[in-house]
């Protein structure tokens, strides 16, 4: 598609429910990002995906959340019996960049984010 | 570790004159440096980059920013500020030789442009 592509924008969720929010990066992108934005604040590195190997997931704050990108193209980022303080925009982003090609400063574009609040 | 300033919450500018949003960062090596904006209930849309090269990197909409190496910066600038710039502006850096490819946000600069 011509940009990345999030679902669902908003979603409510109960405290200690499941949510599944997908990414469809741009097409031929290598590269895959998930950030996590509180409001107010700047966007927090979650995890990055080359292709559909899993190389970065430092900023995964807890066992409950979980990504998978099983084929090199859509994302699913997965929370598990959420919590109030997981109420943030998730925002996933590509770019043609590989990690193997650190020096190449290619840019990393965003979706329009999917809003979570958990009540 | 990397890590980006944006020193001021908030900056206020009349329509027509100039903006600058402020940025600041720390790297081991040599930094990439972005400048994304976000408008309200959106996603954030790419504004420039400095790679290499020229210290006066153009962009989208009219803006532009200066890397300075001596004093880690790359502010934003426009020339002459609209009424629809107002958003949210944040600055990320990555580390040239840093494995991967992570962004690291600075914590945003409100933008109003008033009439």
């Known amino acids: 598609g011509a940009g990345v592509s999030q679902s669902p924008r908003y979603k409510v969720a109960k405290r200690g429910q499941d949510v599944a929010l997908r990414c469809d990066p741009i097409s031929g992108h290598v590269s895959l990002f998930w950030y996590q934005q509180a409001l107010g604040q700047g966007p927090e590195f979650l995890t990055y995906f080359q292709n559909e190997a899993q190389l970065d997931k430092s900023g995964l704050p807890s066992d409950r959340f979980f990504a998978e990108r099983p084929e090199g193209s859509v994302s699913t980022l997965k929370i598990q019996r959420t919590q109030q303080e997981d109420s943030a925009v998730y925002l996933c982003a590509s770019s043609k960049g590989q990690a193997t090609q650190s020096r190449s400063g290619n840019t990393i574009y965003f979706g329009e984010g999917s809003w979570l609040t958990v009540v | 570790a990397q890590s980006v300033a944006q020193p001021e919450d908030q900056v206020n500018v009349a329509e027509g004159n100039p903006l600058t949003v402020k940025c600041t960062y720390s790297?081991?090596?040599?930094?990439?440096l972005f400048w994304y904006v976000q408008y309200p209930n959106r996603g954030l849309q790419f504004l420039l980059k400095y790679i290499t090269g020229d210290n006066l990197v153009k962009g989208s909409y009219g803006f532009e920013a200066e890397f300075n190496k001596s004093q880690t910066s790359f502010h934003l600038k426009k020339p002459s500020a609209l009424v629809s710039d107002s958003a949210l502006y944040f600055c990320a850096v990555r580390d040239m030789l840093a494995a991967g490819n992570k962004l690291t946000f600075g914590g945003g600069t409100r933008v109003l442009v008033k009439p």
């Open positions: 790297v081991s090596g040599n930094p990439y």
